[in-house]
């Protein structure tokens, strides 16, 4: 079992950019694909982006037209979410979440391991 902890949320106002990361607790993320998810109030949770441990494929959701980056670290360590261009309705709780398959997929419900949270809020 991995406990994953992310990292990196705030307030930025709009056009602004964040960072956020995804550590595993006490191990790594070696054999693990690794996703993004949002949740904002009252809507579902919906895939942001993904990284696979197979041969480190990206995949986005349509709604990130090109302003977010994912990316994993050589030692497999920590995943990042670059969040640029950030729009007000990008304001949602961000989660990492892992699992133990080669490829990964944009459907939370295939994620057995999540971490807490991390909050990120766009506004002037």
């Known amino acids: 079992q991995v406990q994953l902890v992310e990292s990196g949320g705030g307030l930025v106002q709009p056009g602004g950019s964040l960072r956020l990361s995804c550590t595993a607790s006490?191990?790594?993320?070696?054999?693990?694909?690794v996703g993004w998810f949002r949740q904002a109030p009252g809507k579902e949770r919906e895939g942001v982006s993904c990284?696979?441990?197979?041969?480190?494929?990206?995949y986005y959701g349509d709604f990130v037209e090109g302003r977010f980056t994912i990316s994993r670290d050589n030692a497999k360590i920590t995943v990042s979410l670059q969040l640029n261009s950030l729009k007000p309705e990008d304001t949602a709780v961000y989660y990492c979440?892992?699992?133990?398959?080669?490829?990964?997929?944009?459907?939370?419900?295939?994620?057995?391991?999540w971490g807490q949270g991390t909050q990120v809020t766009v506004s002037s």
């Open positions: 990284i696979s441990d197979a041969d480190n494929s990206t």
């Open positions: 979440a892992a699992r133990g398959w080669p490829m990964c997929v944009m459907r939370p419900n295939e994620y057995p391991y």
């Open positions: 006490g191990s790594t993320l070696d054999d693990y694909s």
